[in-house]
């Protein structure tokens, strides 16, 4: 039986696969585990609701607690930073192919190909 992630990280930005990517990780916390909630504005100017608001009320209806990171940038780029500076041991990533496979060059695929930790892609 593999070990229970410990730190766990996912990319929110309030689409129908990430807001799968965040059930996933609610689920796979346990005790003494840790979740931090990562939004990514590319632009670095929230123009969009405020999506970690909604992931935080999510969460607290299902009395799980969580950090919040918002940061500008690459957004692959910047979930894996986030990644390798908290120690994670599971980065969580929602994907919007149809196909079931992260898309070549898709925010997923990127994650997948340079996050140090493991990533569970959920579709």
């Given at each position: 039986?593999?070990?229970?992630?410990k730190n766990i990280?996912?990319?929110?930005?309030g689409?129908?696969?990430?807001?799968?990517?965040?059930h996933a990780a609610a689920h796979l916390i346990g005790y003494g585990s840790t979740l931090t909630v990562v939004s990514v504005d590319p632009n670095g100017v929230r123009t969009e609701?405020?999506?970690?608001a909604e992931a935080r009320a999510w969460l607290l209806e299902r009395l799980v607690t969580a950090s919040y990171v918002r940061r500008?940038?690459?957004a692959a780029n910047e979930l894996v930073t986030v990644a390798t500076e908290l120690g994670a041991d599971l980065?969580?990533?929602g994907?919007?192919?149809e196909d079931g496979e992260p898309a070549p060059g898709s925010?997923?695929?990127?994650?997948?190909r340079r996050a140090a930790c493991n990533v569970l892609v959920v579709g």
């Open positions: 039986m593999a070990a229970q992630p990280i996912v990319g929110f930005d689409s129908q696969g990430a807001q799968r990517a965040l609701p405020d999506v970690l500008a940038g690459d980065l969580v990533v994907r919007r192919s925010v997923s695929a990127e994650v997948v």
